[in-house]
């Protein structure tokens, strides 16, 4: 049924006569079947075949509501059939019949084109994909558009009405292989508080920045290790540089912590000529074609000088100046400082320690080790100034040890260094749990060793091939070193894997030294009371006594029990 019905304001003729129908006093309903009364009584054929009128009971009122309602709910104000004509179009109804192929007088209706005014979702995905990579600030192209996300941002944007042409779609520039703004403009911008919102996503910087796996590098069978990155980090024995190292043996992340103070002083530089700088090989490579400085500063890869809060920007390297057809050379062992040839023979050998890494006596303070204690005394002793080789006088003195940075005007001392491996052997190379599963087993009576042997592991699991590789790769291995340690394993190891190991020197726990064997701890302490590692303390106690003992009598550490102690 196709009811032609614009509005309510407006009913057509057909609409008035239902109406009037349904309204008048007597209704004719016209012709009855001849069966159609037969049921009711209704209406009956009389015999004479005279057609019988039926009446409907008169309505009370003729303006019924609910009998208007009734009528004018059989037609809305859009049927099926007007279903796009738009109650807005003036005479859209009225065209409609019209233009029917069926209708005496076509007109042909207005078309009506509908049009989106968003660009289809590919497209629009696909700018803000560019308009993303033009905001790292990093990225070449971050230097070439504004990264503001404020009201105010003027970063070109297509308006829905541009029409798109290859001149003004946003596209991202070619990759450059050099950053056309210094590094200092690109740190001072990345950290302008207006460039939070625009820092790169986590999947954005993992692309651009972490390099192919070390295994996948290398297919020799050999061990290799890679320095990941490199930062400065201030701890209560002067600034260290953390090196976080890679490797193909396992999938731990093994740490250098190097004390170098040339690298970060002019005036310790000055007191040392000639000295090397412990220095990453790995690191220090070009990792890729068209490696930018921005991607080098933060894998801490010899770029400037690594100094706090930004000041890195005072002095760029040469390597940085771009050439003149704007390709930035990024040459392996690249630096600002000119690398010394000739070694320092006069100068010390490099003071290393290989520490194995013990949550629970460097994280959470356990006196059932000394190994807290150990790491703290390491990294205190690396940072020592130091008596120059054929000095008279071969131990640094109470008063080199009092002052904070070396004393580097004293005639018989330079600046120490040195490096911590610490590596990722939990437990004597066992792991956490089991470790925890051997100090149950002491707490029945048994030994370090002998819990160890219970469960099944040997009493000392550990390897030093990475830890030599490491030495290799911070250019330590070409003259020898100074092994901080009592465990002949860690000598025997160390050797076995090609380190000379020129000069060991003992560890000795804090609670076993006896007076003249300090070198200035005490005042040390006094000192910098209240800061410092959690091992920075004294660990002792009965427990911490039986563990250092069975490391002498079980596992031949070179170490004296003092005679209070036995
Ligand atoms: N299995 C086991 N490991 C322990 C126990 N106590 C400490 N360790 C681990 O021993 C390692 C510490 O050894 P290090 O200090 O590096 O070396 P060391 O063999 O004692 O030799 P030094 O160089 O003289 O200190 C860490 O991995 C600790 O987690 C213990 O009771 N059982």
């Not at 059989?74 to 059939?81: A, D, I, L, W």
């Not at 999947?203 to 290799?224: A, C, E, N, R, W």
């Not at 002949?488 to 000795?508: A, F, H, S, W, Y």
């Amino acid at each position: 049924m196709h009811s032609h019905r614009p509005n309510h304001e407006n009913p057509t003729s057909a609409d008035l006569d239902v109406l009037s129908l349904l309204t008048s006093d007597h209704v004719n309903l016209g012709p009855l079947s001849p069966t159609a009364g037969t049921g009711n009584g209704i209406g009956k054929m009389g015999g004479s075949g005279e057609r019988p009128k039926r009446q409907l009971p008169r309505r009370e009122s003729p303006l019924d509501t609910l009998l208007i309602s009734a009528v004018l709910a059989g037609s809305g104000p859009v049927t099926r059939h007007h279903l796009g004509h738009g109650p807005a179009r003036p005479g859209a109804y009225t065209s409609c019949d019209e233009s029917r192929p069926s209708s005496p007088s076509r007109i042909q209706p207005e078309k009506i084109t509908l049009k989106s005014l968003q660009a289809p979702r590919s497209e629009r995905l696909r700018l803000e994909q560019e308009v993303e990579i033009t905001r790292l600030p990093y990225s070449t192209n971050h230097l070439s558009l504004p990264t503001s996300t404020s009201p105010t941002d003027d970063t070109p944007r297509l308006s829905p009405d541009t029409p798109r042409s290859p001149s003004n779609v946003m596209r991202p520039k070619r990759k450059m292989s050099v950053d056309p703004n210094p590094v200092s403009q690109i740190l001072q911008a990345a950290a302008s508080p207006i460039n939070t919102n625009s820092f790169p996503t986590l999947p954005q910087l993992q692309s651009l920045f972490s390099p192919s796996t070390i295994q996948s590098d290398k297919t020799d069978g050999k061990v290799h290790v890679k320095c990941m990155a490199r930062t400065r980090i201030p701890t209560p024995h002067g600034e260290m540089l953390l090196h976080l190292y890679h490797n193909s043996v396992d999938s731990k992340e093994h740490l250098a912590i190097v004390y170098d103070p040339i690298q970060l002083s002019p005036e310790a530089r000055d007191a040392v000529k000639g000295r090397k700088e412990i220095r990453s090989k790995s690191l220090d490579q070009q990792w890729r074609i068209g490696e930018t400085e921005m991607e080098r500063v933060v894998r801490g890869a010899y770029i400037g000088r690594l100094l706090p809060g930004g000041e890195s920007q005072a002095s760029l390297p040469k390597s940085s100046q771009s050439t003149l057809n704007g390709e930035m050379e990024i040459l392996d062992g690249l630096n600002d400082f000119d690398m010394e040839d000739e070694p320092n023979h006069q100068d010390i050998l490099p003071l290393v320690r290989i520490h194995s890494e013990c949550f629970t006596g460097e994280t959470i303070g356990s006196m059932r080790c000394d190994c807290g204690e150990q790491l703290d005394e390491a990294m205190r002793l690396i940072s020592l100034p130091r008596p120059i080789p054929n000095s008279s006088n071969n131990l640094p003195t109470p008063a080199a040890s009092r002052t904070p940075s070396p004393d580097i005007h004293h005639p018989r001392q330079v600046p120490g260094r040195g490096v911590v491996i610490y590596l990722r052997q939990e437990g004597r190379g066992i792991g956490l749990l089991e470790k925890i599963r051997a100090y149950n087993l002491q707490d029945l009576g048994h030994d370090t060793v002998t819990a160890n042997l219970l469960l099944g592991h040997g009493a000392d699991e550990r390897k030093y091939t990475v830890a030599a590789e490491i030495m290799r790769d911070l250019g330590l291995a070409e003259g020898g070193i100074s092994l901080l340690t009592n465990n002949p394993e860690k000598v025997e190891g160390l050797t076995k894997e090609g380190i000379e190991v020129k000069e060991r020197v003992g560890m000795i726990p804090r609670d076993w030294k006896c007076d003249g064997q300090d070198e200035g701890y005490g005042e040390w302490k006094l000192r910098r009371e209240g800061v410092g590692l959690i091992g920075a303390g004294k660990a002792s106690g009965k427990e911490l006594e039986k563990y250092l003992r069975t490391k002498v009598e079980r596992m031949g550490h070179l170490i004296d029990i003092p005679a209070d102690k036995r």
